[in-house]
């Protein structure tokens, strides 16, 4: 299968009235942020011991490891991020920053070539022997795609060399000695091995990919065997009595038909799933990729495009359960569907898996950070009353204000990496075209059978629909330009060089442009005023109950602007919707009014449960405002399905 590839993020400037806020964010803010968090240099924060377990692997410092057995994953999460951060925004000191990062890396490396400072300092006897729980091949995973991304940011080799090293052991450990049989209990590594494959060319890394993905799920079950061998000491108590479906092994994963157990895994292994099956031109698993992203996407998804109804075991659980005040909804599982989403798009061409990217993106990736870049959310609930979200309740795990960080850091440096390498979502390219996925202002350099071609895309999106999109080269060449029609765009126009075109051709959601370009203008216009939706009403929890959209922004109702008590509101969905540009709200945003009705309390005192007293209702004006805006004034209360 011929995967289109995504632009290489050198080659894209992003300048964009929605994105600014956050791109400009990753190297202004978020990087020196999270860098002073690495190295517990922050007080009042929930201390990370990330660079310190290194320096201890490394010989220099005594003491204990700290931490979660996967802390080793937030300095890579964060050296992906400063790849992908120079790659675009060059800046000598902060790769000296993490060339230093990276020399304690190799420090902490051991001889063999294993790294892992855990297992390293804590139980050095006990290498991949918990596979179920220890987080090895995941941190390992992690560490190859930073690995690769700086290695393709700086051309700087050292930091490949060194995960070249440690997948080599890893190659040697679990395929050429036969006493081992296993895979990970959390995907990832798929994903680096894969990488590390496509820069390197060694043919053993794809083959480990490919073979950690076929051992999954086999009779025995390898985590329920491992777990019975002397010795075995178990880190996570939740995993007592363990289901494989947790970690996806309950079946061969070619034969799997839902998305299952805990949502990051799940979506990790599906986009390593996407990428062997096109490396393979493998049909059967690209089958088993489609199915699980249908189950996902038309069954077990929330309409901002995060995934996990559950706080237990952060998982999936039945079609069309998707509570709205006490979901998972993980940052890292919005990132991974996001991921492989993109994949998807990529090897299929069809626009459809690009409106899961785009919904992903600009709702639940973007909800998980500030606007400031100092604090994140891990979960983000569709619905929250503060006052509830409190220890040992099925709402413990929400959180009404976005933390500084977490004892549990997947998510913030996850943000920082998605955010770095936003570019590769905008644009994909072959030899002979170029695809405009996403409506971020932006210019990018594509070669287009060795003859380079510059886009200039300038839009306003989504506060309004029109596109300009300016195509020029050297010499006259013919070429394609697809363009995504977004599924939610019911109308829309498009001209090249002001002359209107009447029947465009639209293949898989692309309008596609076929000609001769030199130096051209297109223009598109998508209709993408304000609009209701409602939800398939085997959706329990949200029958009744619409949301407000527009593009592929959902918004939501916040205390703020709409008082206390939001369930007692009512949306008029007969009445129009109207939006506004606010230049000095949440840093300039659309904002949409409707109106509704708000059941009073007037024949009500506080000490009285039930009554017969009928509802009374007053009338009352909505404002609604951008969903991953929210929690950024006061805290308060947010509602995203309102009653209608
Ligand atoms: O286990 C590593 C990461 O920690 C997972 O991906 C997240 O869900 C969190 O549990
Ligand atoms: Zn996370």
């Known amino acids: 299968m011929k995967k289109l590839s995504s632009v290489s993020l050198k080659n894209i400037k992003i300048e964009d009235s929605f994105w600014n806020r956050y791109t400009h964010l990753v190297p202004d803010v978020i990087i020196p942020y999270q860098w002073n968090i690495l190295n517990d240099n922050m007080k009042d924060i929930e201390t990370s011991h990330c660079i310190s377990n290194f320096k201890i692997a490394a010989g220099y410092e005594k003491g204990e490891f700290q931490g979660a057995v996967f802390q080793d994953s937030d300095l890579a999460k964060w050296l992906e991020a400063v790849a992908y951060s120079l790659a675009t925004h060059p800046d000598k000191g902060l790769e000296d920053m993490a060339d230093g990062a990276i020399e304690l890396i190799g420090k902490a490396q051991q001889p063999d070539g294993y790294l892992n400072t855990y297992f390293t300092i804590k139980e050095p006897g006990k290498r991949f022997s918990n596979l179920r729980d220890g987080h090895e091949l995941y941190v390992a995973g992690h560490m190859m795609e930073a690995a690769v991304a700086y290695y393709q940011a700086t051309g700087k080799d050292k930091f490949l060399q060194i995960m070249c090293r440690f997948a080599d052991l890893i190659c040697e450990h679990f395929s050429v000695r036969n006493d081992s049989v296993?895979?990970?209990?959390?995907?990832?590594?798929?994903?680096?091995?894969?990488?590390?494959?496509?820069?390197?060319?060694?043919?053993?890394?794809?083959?480990?990919?490919?073979?950690?993905?076929?051992?999954?799920?086999?009779?025995?079950?390898?985590?329920?065997?491992?777990?019975?061998?002397?010795?075995?000491?178990?880190?996570?108590?939740?995993?007592?009595?363990?289901?494989?479906?947790?970690?996806?092994?309950?079946?061969?994963?070619?034969?799997?038909?839902?998305?299952?157990?805990?949502?990051?895994?799940?979506?990790?292994?599906?986009?390593?799933?996407?990428?062997?099956?096109?490396?393979?031109?493998?049909?059967?698993?690209?089958?088993?990729?489609?199915?699980?992203?249908?189950?996902?996407?038309?069954?077990?998804?929330?309409?901002?495009?995060?995934?996990?109804?559950?706080?237990?075991?952060?998982?999936?659980?039945?079609?069309?359960?998707?509570?709205?005040?006490?979901?998972?909804?993980?940052?890292?599982?919005?990132?991974?569907?996001?991921?492989?989403?993109?994949?998807?798009?990529?090897?299929?061409?069809?626009?459809?898996?690009?409106?899961?990217?785009?919904?992903?993106?600009?709702?639940?990736?973007?909800?998980?950070?500030?606007?400031?870049?100092?604090?994140?959310?891990?979960?983000?609930?569709?619905?929250?009353?503060?006052?509830?979200?409190?220890?040992?309740?099925?709402?413990?795990?929400?959180?009404?204000?976005?933390?500084?960080?977490?004892?549990?850091?997947?998510?913030p440096p996850n943000i920082a990496r998605t955010l770095a390498s936003l570019g590769e979502y905008i644009y994909f390219a072959d030899e002979q075209s170029v695809w405009i996925n996403l409506f971020i202002s932006s210019q990018a350099k594509v070669m287009i059978e060795d003859q380079e071609f510059k886009i200039s895309m300038e839009s306003n999106?989504?506060?309004?629909?029109?596109?300009?999109?300016?195509?020029?080269?050297?010499?006259?060449?013919?070429?394609?330009?697809?363009?995504?029609?977004?599924?939610?765009?019911?109308?829309?126009?498009?001209?090249?060089?002001?002359?209107?075109?009447?029947?465009?051709?639209?293949?898989?959601?692309?309008?596609?442009?076929?000609?001769?370009?030199e130096s051209?203008?297109?223009?598109?216009?998508?209709?993408?005023?304000?609009?209701?939706?409602?939800?398939?009403?085997?959706?329990?929890?949200?029958?009744?109950?619409?949301?407000?959209?527009?593009?592929?922004?959902?918004?939501?109702?916040?205390?703020?602007?709409?008082?206390?008590?939001?369930?007692?509101?009512?949306?008029?969905?007969?009445?129009?919707?109207?939006?506004?540009?606010?230049?000095?709200?949440?840093?300039?945003?659309?904002?949409?009014?409707?109106?509704?009705?708000?059941?009073?309390?007037?024949?009500?005192?506080?000490?009285e449960l039930y009554a017969e007293h009928k509802p009374v209702y007053k009338d009352v004006d909505l404002t609604f405002v951008p969903y991953p805006y929210w929690g950024n004034r006061d805290t308060g209360e947010m509602l995203v399905w309102v009653k209608e």
Request: hydrophobic share 35%; glycine share 6%.
């Open 461 to 517: 999106y989504p506060n309004d629909g029109k596109i300009q999109l300016y195509v020029s080269t050297a010499q006259k060449k013919k070429a394609k330009l697809a363009i995504r029609i977004p599924g939610y765009v019911k109308e829309w126009k498009i001209s090249i060089d002001g002359a209107h075109i009447e029947n465009p051709v639209v293949e898989n959601g692309y309008c596609i442009l076929e000609q001769e370009f």
């Open 520 to 607: 051209n203008e297109v223009n598109v216009e998508f209709a993408i005023a304000p609009r209701i939706v409602w939800a398939n009403p085997l959706v329990k929890e949200d029958v009744g109950k619409a949301a407000v959209m527009k593009g592929p922004l959902v918004y939501c109702l916040e205390e703020t602007d709409n008082g206390s008590n939001l369930p007692a509101l009512y949306l008029d969905t007969e009445k129009g919707l109207e939006e506004y540009f606010d230049p000095d709200l949440l840093g300039g945003t659309t904002v949409i009014k409707a109106t509704g009705k708000r059941v009073v309390t007037r024949d009500w005192n506080q000490d």
């Open 182 to 411: 296993g895979y990970p209990g959390h995907q990832e590594i798929e994903i680096g091995l894969y990488k590390l494959y496509q820069v390197t060319g060694k043919k053993a890394y794809l083959r480990q990919a490919k073979s950690f993905l076929d051992r999954r799920g086999k009779k025995p079950n390898y985590f329920l065997e491992e777990e019975k061998k002397p010795g075995f000491q178990g880190l996570f108590p939740e995993f007592e009595n363990y289901d494989p479906k947790y970690s996806q092994s309950h079946q061969p994963v070619r034969e799997q038909t839902k998305a299952e157990g805990h949502a990051v895994r799940a979506v990790y292994m599906y986009s390593a799933m996407a990428d062997i099956a096109a490396e393979y031109d493998d049909e059967e698993l690209m089958d088993a990729c489609r199915r699980l992203w249908n189950s996902i996407t038309k069954k077990r998804m929330y309409i901002t495009g995060s995934i996990g109804s559950s706080g237990i075991l952060e998982r999936f659980t039945t079609d069309y359960d998707l509570p709205n005040n006490c979901n998972y909804s993980e940052t890292c599982a919005t990132i991974g569907l996001a991921l492989f989403s993109r994949r998807m798009a990529q090897i299929t061409r069809d626009a459809s898996y690009i409106d899961i990217v785009e919904k992903s993106l600009y709702n639940s990736v973007i909800s998980g950070v500030a606007m400031n870049g100092k604090s994140f959310f891990y979960v983000n609930p569709l619905e929250v009353w503060p006052d509830n979200c409190i220890d040992r309740t099925s709402k413990e795990h929400v959180k009404p204000v976005r933390q500084k960080w977490y004892g549990c850091a997947c998510c």
